[in-house]
Antibody, heavy 121, light 110 residues
C-alpha cells in the first residue's frame, strides 16, 4: 500500500524554524518527484515546493523562496522541508504529495494526511 | 504566481450534470496540457480526479471528465451523486517552474 506519513509540525514562534519529514512506503521512492503543498485553515491549496525524481532539481513558490529548503534522502525514503523565518502566513496543514508517473510539477496522485504548522507567539 | 480563477460555488440536483470552470492565462492553463483537478471532502485529504486535462486515474468514476479551451479548463460531473458534494480545486503547471492552484469551488448536491 502506497503511504506517505508527515511529521514534525507543531507550534513555533514568529521568526522560528521547523523541519518537516515525510516517510514514504509502498512505491519506489527514488523514481518519483515529491512535493509539499499547504492549506491554511479554511483556505485553499497552495503549492510550496517540489523535488524532482532525478534528485537534481528543486522548485519553490515565490512565497517561500529563500526561507524554505526541500531535500530528500532516497536511502531512507524520506522527504524533508526545512522552514526558516516563519511567519503567521505560514500557518497551515502541510501535505506531502507524490507526483504521477513521469510528472514533476503537475499532478499528485497520493497525499499524506498532513501535519499542522502553527506560527504564533 | 497568480492563483487560477474558479467560481466559489456550484450546485446541481442528483442525476444532473454540473461543470466547474478554471480560468488562467496563456502562461499556465492555456500554455500546457497539465491541468489537474482534486476533490476534497471536509477534513479529508485531497484526491486526484483528473490530470493532464482529461485523464482519469484508476478508480475515478467516468462520471468525472475534464476538458480545456484556450485559457479555461473545465471539470464536468455527470449523474451527480450525494457523495460528490465536496470542494474541488484545479491546478496547472505555471510555466516558470511553478505550480498554481485555483481558489476552489464548493460543489453542493441539492
Amino acid at each position: 500500500e502506497v503511504q506517505l506519513l508527515e511529521s514534525g509540525g507543531g507550534l513555533v514562534q514568529p521568526g522560528g524554524s521547523l523541519r518537516l519529514s515525510c516517510a514514504a512506503s509502498g512505491f519506489t521512492f527514488s523514481s518519483y518527484a515529491l512535493s509539499w503543498v499547504r492549506q491554511a485553515p479554511g483556505k485553499g491549496l497552495e503549492w510550496v515546493s517540489t523535488f524532482s525524481a532525478d534528485g537534481v532539481s528543486t522548485y519553490y513558490a515565490d512565497s517561500v523562496k529563500g526561507r524554505f529548503t526541500i531535500s530528500r534522502d532516497n536511502s531512507k525514503n524520506t522527504l524533508y522541508l526545512q522552514m526558516n523565518s516563519l511567519s503567521a502566513d505560514d500557518t497551515a496543514v502541510y501535505y506531502c504529495a507524490k507526483a504521477v508517473v513521469g510528472g514533476t510539477l503537475h499532478a499528485f496522485d497520493m497525499w499524506g494526511q498532513g501535519t499542522m504548522v502553527t506560527v504564533s507567539s | 504566481q497568480s492563483a487560477l480563477t474558479q467560481p466559489p460555488s456550484a450546485s446541481g440536483s442528483p442525476g444532473q450534470s454540473v461543470t466547474i470552470s478554471c480560468t488562467g492565462t496563456s502562461s499556465d492553463v492555456g500554455g500546457y496540457n497539465y491541468v489537474s483537478w482534486y476533490q476534497q471532502h471536509p477534513g479529508k485529504v485531497p484526491k486526484l480526479m483528473i490530470y493532464e486535462v482529461s485523464k482519469r486515474p484508476s478508480g475515478v468514476p467516468d462520471r468525472f471528465s475534464g476538458s480545456k479551451s484556450g485559457n479555461t479548463a473545465s471539470l464536468t460531473v455527470s449523474g451527480l451523486q450525494a457523495e460528490d458534494e465536496a470542494d474541488y480545486y484545479c491546478s496547472s503547471y505555471g510555466g516558470n517552474k511553478n505550480l498554481v492552484f485555483g481558489g476552489g469551488t464548493k460543489l453542493t448536491v441539492l
